[in-house]
């Protein structure tokens, strides 16, 4: 079965970091580009950032998002990690991972398939 399984997060202090991970299950994420997108209840889903395939490893992140927070990959685990340094209150938001038709830029391509379950990320000033 192809899912998407999300684990971490939680509480951390301005200027604070957590990791987020998203394993996947069901296919390879060496081949698939994985998305960040966040959501405040209320407001839009937003993209935050993405890595692409292992043959274009490179990563992508939104405006709020570069110089605080990296996207990486465990190959023998099959789980993508969004590391999130410099924590700010306005990063206080639901967490989702879900695949991309490809991270080469930002905004990053389509999404496609479900969606991880999210995780929440509360932020305290």
């Known amino acids: 079965q192809v899912a998407l399984v999300q684990s971490g997060g939680g509480l951390a202090q301005n200027g604070g970091s957590l990791r987020l991970s998203c394993a996947a299950s069901?296919?390879?994420?060496?081949?698939?580009?994985i998305g960040w997108f966040r959501q405040v209840p209320g407001k839009e889903r937003e993209g935050v950032s993405c890595?692409?395939?292992?043959?274009?490893?490179?990563?992508y992140h939104s405006d709020s998002a570069k110089g605080r927070f990296t996207v990486s990959r465990d190959s023998a685990k099959n789980t993508v990690y969004l590391q999130m340094d410099s924590l700010k209150p306005e990063d206080t938001a639901d967490y989702y991972c879900?695949?991309?038709?490809?991270?080469?830029?930002?905004?990053?391509?389509?999404?496609?398939?479900?969606w991880g379950q999210g995780t929440r990320v509360t932020v305290s000033s």
């Open positions: 879900v695949r991309l038709r490809h991270c080469r830029s930002w905004p990053p391509g389509a999404t496609f398939g479900s």
């Open positions: 069901g296919f390879v994420l060496d081949y698939v580009a």
């Open positions: 890595i692409g395939t292992t043959s274009y490893n490179g990563e």
